[in-house]
C-alpha cells in the first residue's frame, strides 16, 4: 500500500477541476481542503485500525465531508474557495484514496 501524499492529493484534485477552476487556487487552499478532510475523519473517529472499510457509504461521506467543510470555510474569514467548487475537490481527494486502498 502506498502512502498518503498531500501533494499528490492536491494534484488528483486540480486534474478533477477545469483549468479556469484549478487556477484559481494555490496549494495552500486546497491543502486547507485536504486538512478539512483529515480533520473530519479524526472527529469521526473514522481513522481507527480496527474500523471497518464499509460502515460509510461513499455518497454518504461526500455529503458529510461537503457538509462539514463548508461550515468550516464559512468560520475561516481568509478563505477564498468557492463553495460550489468543494464537491469536485473532495470527490478527487477520496478517488486518490481510493487509489491508494486499491494498491494492497
Known amino acids: ?3 498518503y501524499d498531500e ?8 486534474a478533477a477541476l477545469p483549468a479556469q477552476v484549478s487556477n484559481a ?6 491543502l486547507n481542503i485536504v486538512d478539512m478532510i483529515w480533520d473530519y475523519y479524526e472527529q469521526n473517529g473514522l481513522l481507527d485500525i480496527d474500523m471497518d472499510d464499509d460502515d460509510d457509504e461513499p455518497d ?3 455529503q458529510d465531508l461537503v457538509e462539514y ?3 468550516m470555510l464559512k468560520k475561516d474569514k481568509g478563505a477564498t474557495i468557492e463553495l460550489d467548487h468543494l464537491p469536485a475537490m473532495i470527490q478527487a481527494e ?5 487509489t491508494l486502498a486499491n494498491d494492497i
Open 1 to 3: 500500500m502506498n502512502e
Open 7 to 14: 501533494l499528490t492529493a492536491i494534484k488528483a484534485m486540480r
Open 25 to 30: 487556487y494555490d496549494d495552500d487552499e486546497l
Open 60 to 62: 454518504t461521506l461526500l
Open 69 to 71: 467543510t463548508t461550515r
Open 94 to 98: 477520496l478517488d486518490y484514496e481510493e
